[in-house]
T-cell receptor
Framework: EAQVTQNPRYLITVTGKKLTVTCSQN?????MSWYRQDPGLGLRQIYY???????DKGDVPEGYKVSRKEKRNFPLILESPSPNQTSLYFC???????????????FGPGTRLTVL | GENVEQHPSTLSVQEGDSAVIKCTYS??????FPWYKQELGKRPQLIID?????GEKKDQRIAVTLNKTAKHFSLHITETQPEDSAVYFC?????????????FGTGTRLTVIP
């Protein structure tokens, strides 16, 4: 089944304790992205990657890191989490090339993170 | 960068009535405009999209219109049903090659009253 998976789905942690949220897709998509969703603010892009070893900042990258060592995986790293990073996080992927429907982004199930 | 504004933030309609959600964008280079539906506790899913070379697109009860001159696009849902209740997000992107970055609106919570 074609899908985007994220782990963990729920995480409660404390300020300053490094964490990683994994994201994996099995659709051979080139483009992957991380968003955070906060009430009243919609979905805001954190980082994106257009291919292996190619990553770039989105709208709200502060406090986050990413890596793209393999095409299928795009982990999100919080080196020193703070309470303002409490949010719902979504990973997404798309084919990434031109053409109809190639821009459709497929979202993972989300990770709800609470930083105390 | 792109700025997408979405209105209204909440919308309640009677079952069977129509619902319209409107979005404006700022970057005239944007050419791909998807709409996502997010049910409670679920992930966003694409329901319809339109490219800038088309003024209107329809898929059963949902349609999207685009006015490139005015830089706004709208989602129309006809004959609404309770299962249409969800949060709807519009988005815009330049949508070509690797430029897949989507800029989302802040969402509209649609409630369909049976």
């Amino acid at each position: 089944e074609a899908q985007v998976t994220q782990n963990p789905r729920y995480l409660i942690t404390v300020t300053g304790k490094k964490l990683t949220v994994t994201c994996s897709q099995n659709m051979n998509h080139e483009y992957m992205s991380w968003y955070r969703q906060d009430p009243g603010l919609g979905l805001r892009q954190i980082y994106y990657s257009m291919n292996v070893e190619v990553t770039d900042k989105g709208d709200v990258p502060e406090g986050y890191k990413v890596s793209r060592k393999e095409k299928r995986n795009f982990p999100l790293i919080l080196e020193s989490p703070s309470p303002n990073q409490t949010s719902l996080y979504f990973c997404a992927s798309s084919l990434g090339t031109g053409g109809p429907r190639n821009n459709e982004q497929f979202f993972g199930p989300g990770t709800r993170l609470t930083v105390l | 960068g792109e700025n997408v504004e979405q209105h209204p933030s909440t919308l309640s309609v009677q079952e069977g009535d129509s619902a319209v959600i409107k979005c404006t964008y700022s970057d005239s280079a944007s050419n791909y405009f998807p709409w996502y539906k997010q049910e409670l506790g679920k992930r966003p899913q694409l329901i319809i999209d339109i490219r800038s070379n088309v003024g209107e697109k329809k898929d059963q009860r949902i349609a999207v219109t685009l006015n490139k001159t005015a830089k706004h696009f709208s989602l129309h849902i006809t004959e609404t049903q309770p299962e249409d209740s969800a949060v709807y997000f519009c988005a815009a992107s330049k949508g070509s090659g690797g430029a897949n970055n989507l800029f989302f609106g802040t969402g509209t919570r649609l409630t369909v009253i049976p």
